[in-house]
């Protein structure tokens, strides 16, 4: 999955609220970074993303939570929740579950494309 703008998602598989404010990790144990992988310690700052999807027809989680199903809450640290927070500000969707510094380098390769960085943007807007 790379960068998209479109949030239109006919069968999603889950779904998340966006990534919560950072704040220190507050669990007994560690956990794994859902973007780049890096451990989070105990005390460390990180970004919570609590995940839900609609369990299958006739399963006991249906008779359980009717139509939101928790899933395990994944975690961003402190690095990925300020790529997330930044390329969501853009408008930018499906970013969770994938490596955000990869999609930042896409998204920087997308703007040296289109001459961003060389100053071409500036000149096509003052010339008519």
């Not at 899933?71 to 969501?88: F, N, P, V």
Request: charged share 25%; glycine share 8%.
């Amino acid at each position: 999955m790379t960068l998209a703008c479109s949030c239109d998602y006919d069968d999603i598989a889950w779904w998340h609220e966006g990534a919560a404010e950072v704040a220190p990790l507050a669990t007994k144990r560690s956990r794994l970074c859902c973007s780049c992988k890096a451990r989070i310690a105990v005390g460390e700052d990180c970004s919570a993303v609590r995940r839900w999807r609609n369990p299958n027809p006739g399963s006991v989680a249906e008779r359980i939570y009717a139509d939101e199903e928790p899933l395990a809450t994944w975690y961003l640290c402190d690095r990925c929740a300020g790529l997330y927070e930044s390329l969501d500000s853009l408008g930018f969707c499906g970013l969770i579950g994938q490596d955000l510094r990869a999609v930042c380098r896409e998204y920087g390769q997308m703007q040296r494309e289109a001459g961003v960085y060389r100053g071409q943007m500036t000149d096509r807007r003052a010339t008519p």
